[in-house]
């Protein structure tokens, strides 16, 4: 459903309580590949809603993933602002992008 209509995806789930037995749906909302990737801001505030830690990390390293093929330095400086993560899933999250000799082409 969130693949084919993320906005009807999001009414409905922002009507849902935050709680763990629902972090599954919000992270197949925010993950979306198009949704993350065009919205990638909505994308990330979705992830922040999931209550679990770890799953919010995986969601929000997978949103900054996508945000960097399109806009690299926003998803850098998002990821390093957020309060979002903990500082081992800071860490992961600013690894997993690419490295400053890929982006320069060397």
């Known amino acids: 459903w ?33 949704f993350a990737t065009r919205h990638p801001g909505a994308a990330m505030q979705w992830a922040e809603r999931i209550t679990t830690s770890d799953t919010r990390g995986d969601a929000i390293q997978a949103i900054g993933l996508r945000w960097a093929s399109v806009d690299l330095a926003s998803a850098e400086i998002y990821l390093q602002r957020t309060s979002a993560l903990d500082s081992s899933q800071r860490w992961l999250a600013l690894s997993a992008l690419p490295s400053r000799e890929i982006r320069e082409g060397r």
């Open 2 to 34: 969130s693949q084919n209509d993320p906005d009807a995806a999001g009414g409905w789930l922002s009507r849902l309580p935050a709680k763990p037995e629902n972090d599954p749906a919000i992270m197949a909302l925010a993950t979306n590949p198009v």
